[in-house]
């Protein structure tokens, strides 16, 4: 690449751009607008607001809810009346 | 005969490793350690000398009403709920302190169109945003109460039959997890209510020459050349700021096209168009980078998580995972045949564990290179982004029960964020299994890196015929997987001896997610920044060759979809049916 004028490189680094742009603000919407199961699940991600794209469980809020709920639920587990 | 021997063993390679105890001021994977620990030890200072007021007074009076609701009802009754959601606010986190180091360490936050937003917002724009909110919030206010009255109502008629009546107590059950429901609408609609102005300019800035000093100085010991380090240190924030802002923007979000996927394509754009500038390379330190943040991520590696949801979580992630990783591995090596280990571990990892995580641990385990990472954050990615869409689809369309749902995409979704949102969208009770199925699944990940640096340095790193003695293990043994078990051992440790609660408020929402966690995350996102930016596109071209680890990840994946969904059949329905019915 560095073997390019800089004039090139520069026009390719701005074409690039463009199509990340053009993925970002016209394909992606289109795509999520034209699926309606997409669309669902996107209208809930940005009502929720949850943390999709992160990888670890300590980096997205609501996991630690549901781990401490889960470990409540172990700890203490509904053992009341129920139908015979 | 003995002459020809002889000529045979001077033609093979003695590979020998050799440590010294220079390396532990003079090698990164020590520096990773030191530095790694260092932050947990000032976030273990600030966060412990700031518990949060009357904290156990506060356990003990909630832990007492659901001790009591559990023995009254054979469900989880609202007060039940209300007392789990009263303890859960108790965060060390939220502390005056924890909300000043949040606020110092924020990423470039939300934004649709303008990418300012992302950056700064004044009063009047949060005024306006909140404005906006409002009705939608007043609105989920009322449904979350009507829905509590519904449910209280559904729970007395249970009550009065004496819960013996099967019918009233799934109706209040039903009518319960509506509410639940409700109230986490009414919750993320309060958050929409709450804007504040904001400039990150400034902070940004400072972070860019904290984190370019607190580098230097192991890069001082390590090479020498701290300067030459800090001068191209700031291209590489630039391109991690400028993939947070990307992992932010709305649409991005719908995706769940995060700042580890952003940060490598940027890093790509800049290097394989205008070029990295030869003053920026010294600064591409990726294994300094993932290796620090790796020693981070070991406290995050709670052991203790592991019996969160009882033995059908254990058996779903502790069992199937393993088996799936080993198979696509050998499947990799025998019938693909894979032209490079390192990728195939590395896919195996990625796919079968968690991923990106996995595939961080699993790579600088094994010493892959960073094209082989970024191939397999790519593939996690791609596929994340399909199943999380899929997936729920197709509970829902099956009618399959949301409990199995919720933990077939907890054990197959790579990552958790995605599982979330996901289970979430299925219902509250499918979010907390797929989520903690997830969260158990991440734990694994210190016992995968530690089996994968044990296996490279004594298997495939050894050459064939010559015997491996323990030193050489030691001397091969990528040292900063210490660092990342003893931060795992120590904090799962202190976890433990602080109970469930205190460990909950003290560690996972203190010392973890309120400081260490945000450090780990610009330092993996400074290292995929880097490969980006040392990536050529021609050498990816040639790991993907006649798609071999597509097809490897696809028939992974195929796999573990199989046996993740049997095994959680069996676990919540057949063997531990009592334990689901209680979740």
Redesign the interface.
């Known amino acids: 690449?560095?073997n390019k004028s800089l004039s090139i490189?520069?026009v390719?680094?701005l074409a690039?751009?463009s199509i990340?742009w053009a993925m970002?603000?016209v394909a992606?919407?289109m795509l999520?607008d034209t699926?309606p199961?997409?669309r669902?699940?996107?209208d809930?991600?940005?009502?929720?607001?949850?943390?999709?794209?992160?990888?670890?469980?300590?980096?997205?809020?609501?996991?630690?809810?549901?781990?401490?709920?889960?470990?409540?639920?172990?700890?203490?587990?509904?053992?009341?009346?129920?139908?015979? | 005969m003995a002459e020809n021997a002889a000529k045979q063993n001077s033609d093979v390679v003695v590979d020998k490793a050799s440590s010294s105890w220079s390396d532990l001021w003079k090698k990164e994977d020590y520096w990773a350690i030191w530095l790694g620990f260092l932050i947990l030890t000032v976030g273990a200072i600030i966060f412990f000398n700031n518990k949060p007021a009357d904290m156990e007074a506060k356990f003990a009076k909630q832990n007492a009403i659901m001790t009591e609701e559990a023995a009254r009802a054979p469900f989880k009754t609202v007060a039940w709920y209300e007392a789990q959601t009263a303890k859960e606010k108790i965060k060390a986190k939220n502390s005056p302190v924890g909300k000043a180091i949040k606020g110092f360490m924020a990423k470039p936050k939300k934004w649709t169109t303008n990418p300012l937003d992302a950056f700064i917002q004044t009063q009047a724009q949060a005024d306006l945003k909140n404005e906006a909110a409002m009705p939608k919030y007043n609105k989920a206010k009322a449904a979350a109460a009507a829905a509590k009255t519904a449910a209280l109502d559904a729970q007395l008629k249970a009550e009065q039959a004496g819960f013996k009546d099967a019918g009233l107590n799934t109706a209040a059950s039903a009518s319960i997890e509506s509410w639940l429901k409700l109230r986490a609408k009414e919750s993320s609609a309060k958050k929409k209510i709450k804007n504040k102005p904001y400039n990150l300019i400034p902070s940004l800035l400072v972070l860019m020459i904290g984190f370019g000093l607190f580098f230097a100085i192991g890069m001082r010991f390590i090479d020498g050349d701290a300067k030459t380090f800090l001068k191209g240190f700031g291209l590489v924030f630039a391109v991690a700021i400028a993939s947070y802002l990307m992992a932010g923007q709305a649409t991005m979000k719908q995706y769940g096209i995060g700042y580890a996927a952003w940060a490598i394509a940027i890093g790509l754009v800049i290097s394989n168009t205008i070029g990295t500038p030869n003053w920026a390379k010294k600064a591409l330190q990726v294994e300094f980078f993932i290796k620090t943040g790796l020693v981070l991520l070991g406290a995050e590696v709670l052991f203790n998580k592991v019996v969160a949801i009882g033995i059908p979580g254990i058996f779903v992630a502790w069992v199937v995972t393993p088996v799936v990783l080993i198979t696509t591995f050998i499947f990799g090596q025998k019938v693909i045949k894979m032209p490079s280990k390192t990728l195939n571990m590395v896919i195996s990892a990625d796919m079968s564990v968690c991923g990106t995580s996995a595939a961080i641990a699993a790579a600088a385990a094994c010493k892959a290179k960073k094209e082989e990472l970024t191939l397999a954050i790519g593939l996690s990615l791609v596929f994340t982004s399909i199943m999380m869409i899929v997936m729920p689809a197709i509970i829902k369309g099956t009618g399959m029960p949301f409990i199995l749902g919720g933990a077939w995409m907890g054990g197959t979704i790579d990552a958790t964020g995605a599982v979330a949102a996901a289970g979430a969208f299925l219902s509250e009770k499918a979010l907390y299994v797929a989520a903690t199925i997830k969260m158990i699944q991440n734990v694994l990940i210190g016992v995968t890196a530690f089996g994968i640096a044990i296996f490279w340095a004594t298997k495939v790193e050894a050459v064939e015929g010559q015997k491996v003695h323990a030193m050489e293990i030691w001397h091969r043994f990528p040292k900063f997987v210490l660092g990342f078990l003893t931060a795992s051992v120590i904090f799962s440790i202190a976890y433990s001896s602080l109970g469930s609660d205190a460990g909950f408020t003290m560690i996972d929402q203190g010392v973890l997610r309120g400081f260490s966690r945000i450090f780990r995350g610009w330092f993996f996102c400074l290292s995929f920044a880097a490969i980006g930016l040392a990536t050529n596109f021609r050498e990816l071209k040639h790991y993907f060759k006649g798609g071999k680890p597509l097809i490897l990840y696809v028939c992974g994946q195929s796999l573990n979809l199989c046996l993740t969904l049997i095994m959680a059949y069996l676990m919540f329905y057949v063997v531990f049916p009592d334990i689901t019915s209680k979740i």
């Open positions: 690449m560095e490189r520069i390719s680094f690039t751009c990340i970002v603000f992606g919407p999520i699926t199961a997409f669902t699940l996107a809930f991600v940005v009502e929720s607001d949850i943390e999709t794209g992160e990888f670890y469980y300590t980096d997205v809020e609501i996991v630690g809810h549901a781990d401490h709920n889960a470990r409540s639920s172990m700890e203490y587990l509904p053992h009341g009346p129920g139908p015979e």
